[in-house]
């Protein structure tokens, strides 16, 4: 998947960083200045989406009241 980040040098250096923090980052170009005078440009990003690692979780055991649902008398069919 390709990603384009816009802003300064410095912005769009950051944001490549943080795209490191949620996807398996290939490849990031080097920085494109805009036209004119502008300091803005792009970068382009080649991510993947990262392997999900195992997941670990820890649960407490909360003991219950016995609640039974009050019954009513089966009904017969006709």
Do not use: C, H, W
């Amino acid at each position: 998947m390709k990603i384009r980040i816009e802003g300064t040098a410095q912005e769009t250096a950051a944001g490549a960083d943080l795209l490191r923090e949620v996807f398996n980052v290939r490849e990031v170009s080097t920085f494109y200045p805009n036209r004119g005078r502008s300091t803005l440009g792009r970068v382009y990003v080649d991510v993947e989406f990262a392997q999900p690692g195992p997941v670990r979780a820890t649960a407490t055991r909360v003991e219950q009241l016995d609640k039974r649902i009050a019954t009513t008398q089966p009904r017969r069919l006709r």
